[in-house]
């Protein structure tokens, strides 16, 4: 049940916890306030945080997406939600989160270095490709599948699984990781230093590992076949592969397109050799030299057995963020389709999502024509005056669609529902009426006139004051006052109309001042104090709101 106040208690009690680094009792408190207040997007970020300091990324990524799903605007948010994509590897999807934030708030530092970092991780794509796929070849060769009987090894082969670079210093400290590499690659380590020694590599790189330097094992390593022309063209492209890496990283994409040209010039089978040269082209806001490489990583990709999902997927996810930045939003949607096919992600599922809500709002925009939004309103209005309110609805909500800055055409709107007695519908639409145009006083009038409908008298009071500090001569506010002052004196004590005033925050808030409740107390026990306490100007006015409310009877005070 809706209660914002033990919401506010409750997350008080977060903010505290989470200070205090106890982050599951600031996750238990965060509930507690959601459950009391489903609807702030404040508490979803805040206990995203708090799943995120726990490592708990997918919860951190659920909560950041609700966030935004509640308030789009909140750009927060974004960091949270590109935070928890970044770490649980989705860095496609990471991309996109901190490029929507930064549409929002360009000058954010959080989020461009998220940016940066995700595009930094995108091409640190595993040399070995998929998890799965090294498991597979690791388990198929009888050597490497012994290893796994040894917990020491498995510890060190997921250490190596969670971050690649530790490959080298297990190789230098485990002879078996040398048997790992070759099987992963098809590379030999012995041909490799061979070749190097020989000159054939050119200048070797800083750090690079000599067989020398490699402890020699306490017993024979199993020998490794002589590399096929296919694997040196391999080990070539990766090379390359690696140097085009190194440049994207440092943010010279001419270099990075150049390294991965050769790459696949070298082995032109390895479909993220392409898509990374599609990552530079984006960089550089080359759009169609980008989806050329996707379209050329999906061809070769398609002709692998057997077929890798993960790697199209990527492929057309890839051409899909392409389209995206074009504004090409429904040639993207139809690109997240083709790798929902391939892997049905929640990321892409999401992303699509996305993609989805800028195409609604491109083709909302695209129909703007605040002229013809003018012919409807008048059509409108015509047909308002003839009393067909439903034919004077239609207009007015094409009207709206041409021209959605149109103040006069939501109140319009407002006034054909109130017809219909659509009194909830009629004040959403005064309220974004008085949105566009805070000084309409006929605006404030008609929501006063629907507040008084729904006997929310303490509201329309508010109102009809408020029309009337605009235009002190308003004849509907007047009117409205003087029948709304009446209507609180002498409508009978309603106990629904007083457990709906409850629901709002400003009764609340009265109710819950201390001086209030002194006042109160004091009055329950002797009634002639309240007139000594109503000569506070805020004493008065709050009684006052009360008494409007249906919270307090016109004879107690």
Do not use: W
């Not at 008609?446 to 408020?466: C, P, S, T």
């Not at 104090?529 to 709101?545: C, N, R, T, V």
């Amino acid at each position: 049940e809706m209660d914002l106040e033990k919401a506010k208690a409750a997350s008080a009690i977060a903010k505290e916890a989470f200070a205090k680094k106890d982050y599951a009792l600031a996750i238990k408190s965060y509930t507690e306030a959601i459950s009391f207040d489903p609807k702030d997007h404040i508490l979803f970020s805040n206990r995203s945080a708090c799943y995120a300091s726990l490592k708990e990324y997918q919860d951190a990524l659920d909560d950041a997406s609700k966030c935004l799903e509640l308030q789009p605007g909140f750009v927060r948010g974004y960091g949270r939600k590109g935070l928890a994509e970044f770490f649980l590897k989705k860095y496609d999807a990471a991309i996109e989160t901190y490029t929507k934030g930064l549409e929002l708030d360009p000058n954010n530092e959080q989020l461009k270095e998220g940016l940066e970092q995700a595009k930094a991780a995108i091409q640190e794509d595993s040399l070995f490709g998929g998890q799965q796929e090294i498991m597979a070849k690791l388990m198929a060769d009888p050597v490497t599948k012994e290893y796994f009987n040894d917990p020491d090894f498995v510890k060190k082969m997921e250490l190596a699984q969670a971050n690649p670079q530790l490959m080298v210093q297990l190789m230098q400290s485990d002879p078996r990781f040398m048997k790992i590499f070759n099987v992963m690659t098809g590379i030999s380590m012995d041909e490799l230093v061979k070749g190097a020694k020989e000159g054939k590599e050119g200048k070797e790189e800083p750090g690079t590992v000599h067989m020398e330097d490699i402890p020699k094992p306490s017993h024979p390593a199993a020998s490794s076949p002589p590399m096929t022309e296919e694997q040196q063209a391999k080990a070539k492209g990766e090379e390359e592969k690696a140097k085009g890496n190194a440049a994207y990283k440092d943010k010279k994409m001419e270099v990075a397109i150049e390294h991965y040209s050769e790459a696949i010039k070298a082995y032109g089978n390895e479909p993220l050799y392409y898509l990374n040269k599609a990552l530079a082209y984006l960089e550089m806001k080359k759009f169609e030299d980008c989806l050329k490489a996707c379209d050329e990583a999906l061809e070769v990709a398609q002709k692998i057995v057997p077929r890798p999902f993960e790697k199209i997927a990527k492929g057309y996810n890839r051409k899909a963020l392409c389209y995206t930045q074009m504004g090409n939003y429904a040639e993207a949607m139809a690109s997240y389709d083709k790798a929902l096919l391939e892997v049905n992600d929640s990321t892409t599922r999401e992303a699509k999502r996305n993609c989805e809500m800028l195409h609604k709002k491109q083709e909302e925009e695209k129909y703007i024509d605040p002229a013809k939004g003018e012919e409807h309103k008048e059509k409108g209005n015509v047909f308002y005056k003839d009393g067909n309110y439903a034919s004077a609805l239609a207009e007015y909500n094409e009207g709206i669609k041409r021209s959605p800055k149109n103040a006069t055409l939501f109140l319009n709107r407002a006034l054909a529902y109130m017809k219909l007695t659509e009194n909830e519908k009629a004040l959403l639409d005064v309220e974004k009426c008085l949105a566009l145009d805070p000084t309409c006083a006929k605006a404030y009038a008609k929501r006063g006139n629907i507040h008084f409908l729904l006997k929310e008298y303490h509201k329309a009071i508010d109102d009809y004051k408020k029309g009337l500090a605009l235009e002190p001569t308003n004849e509907e506010c007047l009117e409205g006052s003087e029948k709304t002052t009446q209507a609180i004196y002498q409508t009978p004590h309603d106990e629904e109309r007083a457990k709906r005033s409850l629901d709002d925050p400003e009764i609340r808030a009265i109710l819950m001042d201390p001086r209030i409740q002194q006042v109160l107390k004091e009055a329950k026990e002797s009634p002639s104090s309240i007139q000594a306490s109503m000569k506070d100007p805020f004493i008065y006015q709050a009684i006052q709101k009360l008494i409007a409310a249906g919270i307090l009877g016109t004879k107690q005070y």
